[in-house]
C-alpha cells in the first residue's frame, strides 16, 4: 500500500498518530522526506511506519521507533534507509 499519496511535501517531520490497531499495536506515521522520482522526476513524499513497540503495563503497545521511509512512482520503490537511499523497480501490474 502506497501512503506516501496520502501526504503533500509541506508536511515534511509531521508525524500522524493512527491509534491502535486490533492487536494493541500503536501505529504512527512520519512524513520523512521529498525526493525526485528517477523515472518521471516527479516529487514523491517518502512516509516512514512504526516499526518498533515497547510493552506498556496494560498489554498494548506503544511506538518506540520508525522504519525506513519509502514511496512508490512509475513503478519505482524509494526506500530511504539511514545511511542510503535505494530504488527497486516494482513487478509489472497484471
Known amino acids: 500500500m502506497d501512503m506516501s499519496s496520502d501526504y503533500r511535501p509541506d508536511q515534511v517531520g509531521q508525524e500522524f498518530d493512527l491509534g491502535y490497531d486490533v492487536d494493541g499495536y500503536q501505529r504512527k506515521e512520519r512524513v520523512a522526506a521529498v525526493v525526485e522520482c528517477p523515472t518521471c522526476q516527479t516529487r514523491v513524499v517518502l512516509v516512514a511506519e512504526t516499526e518498533e513497540w515497547e510493552q ?4 498494548t503497545w506503544q511506538h518506540s521507533g520508525w522504519g525506513p521511509a519509502n ?3 512509475c513503478d519505482n520503490l524509494i526506500v530511504d534507509f539511514c545511511d542510503s537511499r535505494e530504488v527497486y523497480r516494482l513487478p509489472p501490474k497484471e
Do not use: A
Open 71 to 73: 514511496g512508490v512512482c
Open 56 to 59: 506498556r503495563e496494560d498489554g
